[in-house]
């Protein structure tokens, strides 16, 4: 669910650069309307993936845990937005009108993605993150996992492969496994 709404705030933030940039000003052209979205899609995804891997390598659900995984994830992406932007700036060299028009609205956007990943996507990882610290399950919340939630001191085996259990795995073993390692294919008339 965590990469789920990583994907729909990049896809939101590209939005709002698009209705900020058409409030500069900017018309929309075909590689605004028909690339842009797909560069943006890849450059955002990516920060997020780079955040969600540092909350990962995280062992606990504190405040120290979630401070520790920004301090170490917030270089790395101002660096890369850094960058995308400063590719986007150089393109507004160009004398061709759908390069540095495009060039402006990729501006615009890689800096409403940095803004959505380093501050609206952390917050709901912070919320995940108490999430799982309360035992609850990933999609239905009211539900817990086991019968007492995982405890950060009680580093036992039971309570780790607890905390790693993703309800994607259970699927997987349960069903899609059975069926692909089947001997026999099944046929219907």
């Known amino acids: 669910l965590v ?3 990583g994907v729909l705030l990049v896809i939101l933030a590209f939005f709002a650069a698009m209705g900020f940039g058409l409030l500069c000003g900017i018309k929309i052209n075909m590689a605004i309307g028909w690339t842009l979205p797909f560069v943006m899609l890849g450059l955002g995804v990516d920060d997020a993936y780079i955040l969600l891997l540092a909350f990962k390598d995280q062992e606990g659900y504190s405040e120290q845990d979630f401070a520790a995984a920004m301090k ?10 850094t960058v995308n932007a400063a590719m986007f700036a150089m393109l507004n060299i160009s004398d061709v009108p759908a390069v540095y028009v495009t060039a402006r609205m990729g501006l615009i956007a890689v800096v409403f993605l940095y803004i959505t990943i380093i501050f609206c996507f952390p917050a709901y990882c912070w919320l995940d993150m108490q999430r799982q610290a309360k035992g609850r399950v990933d999609v239905v919340f009211c539900k817990k996992v086991g019968k007492k939630p995982y405890n950060e001191d009680d580093e036992s085996e039971e309570n780790r492969s607890t905390k790693h259990r993703l309800w994607a795995s259970f699927i997987y073993d349960r069903f899609y496994c059975p069926v692909i390692l089947s001997s026999s ?4 008339a």
């Open 3 to 5: 990469t789920t709404v």
């Open 185 to 188: 294919p099944t046929t219907r």
């Open 72 to 81: 170490e994830v917030l270089v790395p992406v101002t660096m890369t937005s």
